[in-house]
């Protein structure tokens, strides 16, 4: 099922993958060029539906419009929130969230948690700073995964020339996979989302939001 959600920036797009008796939602987004065809947000859809997640894939209202190339951090998080906030209302009504994404989605994902209200985020791929640039402090995005204070998971591959996240000690776990920033090893992404979502500790101080 695809929904067109309104935004302040244009119409975004949800592609609605509904469990059949949902235990929470999984919202994830797009990276900055790419879309919601990339095969590890493939790979975190196919393992939450196989554990009674429902999953929606936003695409950000520039992909909808055609454009390849990203609009400025606060217009992607202002329409991430109006998203979610018309996908709790609507279609995953009554259910947690966790949000996440690749990328670039992995970054609005994590800026935007506190507002959401999210139960949990997904990152994959998070690019750490931009490569080449690891011992500037100045081009570091780790604050935006600092500032996160529900349960993390990062999935990052090896080779990753934006660099590795640290973890953090009782909120944000960190796998390594093999490969790059593409994250191509559906096998290891699987396997990792796999593990950290029947973990996490799923309430209702969310669901009412």
Known sequence: MVLELATP???A?????????????????HGAGGGVGAPDLVAATTVALDQG????????????AGRRSPAPAPQLDAAWLA???QLRAGSLRRLELIAGGRSSGA??????AAD???AA?????FPLHPPGRGNDPAKSRLPELDAVRV???VVQGERDPFGIPPPKRGRRKVVVVPGDHALRNAAAVRDAVAAWLPALKLGSASASR
């Not at 797009?13 to 919202?27: C, E, G, I, N």
């Not at 970054?107 to 935007?112: G, L, S």
């Not at 985020?121 to 791929?125: D, Y």
């Open 151 to 153: 349960p993390t998971l």
């Open 53 to 64: 997640f429902s999953v929606a894939l936003v695409e950000q209202p520039y992909r909808v």
């Open 83 to 85: 998203a979610l906030a």
């Open 13 to 29: 797009r949800a592609h609605l993958h509904k469990a059949p008796r949902p235990r929470a939602a999984l919202v994830l987004g």
């Open 107 to 112: 970054r609005v994902a994590c800026r935007t």
């Open 9 to 11: 920036h244009g119409p």
């Open 116 to 118: 959401a209200g999210v």
């Open 121 to 125: 985020v997904l990152c994959l791929a």
